[in-house]
């Protein structure tokens, strides 16, 4: 792999580009990717044999005229950060426990072309949770059985008319997941597929009727 990598070219086009005048002199969009990276693998756990999870909230603190000068650029230098990281962490099989985020900060204790990235560490975690991300919110499962259905009996109701009123279940055992069809009548996919029953991984994406919701093993609350 050369100097910059595919993530990396993708900023560089940015410098390059039409901001290229204003980023010139102080702390380069590319420093920063850098500096997330390096957050991404000093922080990272193995949480089980196939899985290692990394921070998804990241802040990155500059001096203030670093500051002043990245921010200018909003939501695009956010959006292609957010990108490097996402990209970055599934090259290394990282996965996360809710979306990626990054923002900007002004310290007054930070030299001119300096990068200091803080994030959430995940140390010490001794449980995890299963959870379904349904239109941007989390829902917990707190049960070894969880029924998803548009009947008001149901763990997660659904208010769609392609789902049954118990669609499928989720069954968690304090490590691993799996799905279940209850004989509904329209199916019920897992990544765009029709299943019966099938293990369940973080990141898979549950289709009942038109919802599509995200399942999630998160890091449990602790005592």
Not at 55 to 77: K, R
Not at 82 to 109: H, I, K, N, W
Not at 134 to 156: M, P, Y
Request: hydrophobic share 40%.
């Amino acid at each position: 792999m050369g100097l910059l990598d595919n993530v990396e070219r993708g900023l560089e086009k940015l410098v390059s580009g039409a901001f290229s005048k204003r980023f010139r002199g102080g702390v380069q969009p590319i420093e920063i990717v850098a500096a997330l990276k390096r957050d991404v693998d000093s922080r990272a756990v193995v949480v089980q044999r196939d899985r290692i999870l990394a921070p998804h909230s990241f802040t990155v603190g500059l001096s203030s005229d670093d500051f002043e000068q990245l921010n200018s650029h909003g939501a695009v230098l956010i959006a292609e950060l957010v990108t490097a990281v996402r990209d970055y962490a599934e090259r290394q099989r990282y996965s996360f426990a809710a979306p990626v985020t990054v923002g900007l900060v002004a310290a007054a204790d930070i030299p001119n072309g300096t990068v200091r990235v803080a994030s959430q560490p995940l140390d010490a975690v001794s449980s995890w949770q299963p959870a379904l991300e349904f239109n941007g919110d989390i829902i917990k499962l707190n049960s070894a059985e969880s029924i998803i259905g548009r009947g008001s009996t149901a763990h997660v109701v659904l208010e769609d008319t392609g789902a049954s009123r118990h669609h499928a279940r989720i069954l968690w055992n304090g490590k691993t997941a799996g799905l279940e069809d209850l004989k509904s009548t329209n199916g019920t996919f897992l990544n765009s597929k029709r299943i019966t029953a099938s293990p369940l991984e973080h990141g898979d994406v549950v289709g009942v009727g038109s919802a599509r919701l995200i399942f999630r093993i998160l890091p449990g609350d602790k005592p």
